[in-house]
């Protein structure tokens, strides 16, 4: 058996959920439409919800880890928050002035 640290993919477990009117109506109009239980909806929404954050959080994270790696070849790891604001603010304006020339 397992201890209550241990998740069982299986296993669920019934919670109680204060939603506004607004939410419940849209959740009770997609489980109408669908031809599913409100609960049924509810946990499906949960589980994507849970799914997308994840995928935003390890795109964030690539992201982050291909930015440091472009700084460490560049030899600006060591830059301070400033300087590199203004490095961005410069590249910034020079792509402005290369776009739109006065």
Same mark, same amino acid.
């Given at each position: 058996?397992?201890?209550?640290?241990?998740?069982?993919?299986?296993?669920?477990?019934?919670?109680?959920?204060?939603?506004?009117?607004?939410?419940?109506?849209?959740? =009770?109009?997609? =489980? %109408?439409?669908?031809?599913?239980?409100?609960?049924?909806? @509810?946990?499906?929404?949960? !589980?994507?919800?849970?799914?997308?954050? %994840?995928?935003? *959080?390890?795109?964030?994270?690539? !992201? +982050?880890?291909?930015?440091?790696? *472009? @700084?460490?070849? =560049?030899?600006?790891?060591?830059?301070? +928050? %400033?300087?590199?604001?203004?490095?961005?603010?410069?590249? *910034?304006?020079?792509? =402005?002035?290369?776009?739109?020339?006065?």
């Amino acid at each position: 058996m397992n201890s209550p640290d241990q998740s069982n993919p299986n296993q669920t477990r019934q919670v109680t959920l204060l939603i506004s009117e607004e939410v419940y109506q849209r959740v =009770a109009q997609t =489980a %109408s439409h669908e031809q599913r239980g409100v609960e049924d909806v @509810l946990s499906s929404l949960i !589980v994507e919800g849970l799914n997308t954050h %994840s995928t935003v *959080r390890q795109m964030f994270e690539w !992201v +982050s880890k291909q930015y440091c790696d *472009r @700084l460490s070849q =560049a030899n600006k790891r060591n830059q301070s +928050s %400033s300087e590199i604001l203004q490095d961005l603010q410069r590249l *910034r304006e020079q792509v =402005a002035h290369e776009l739109y020339p006065e």
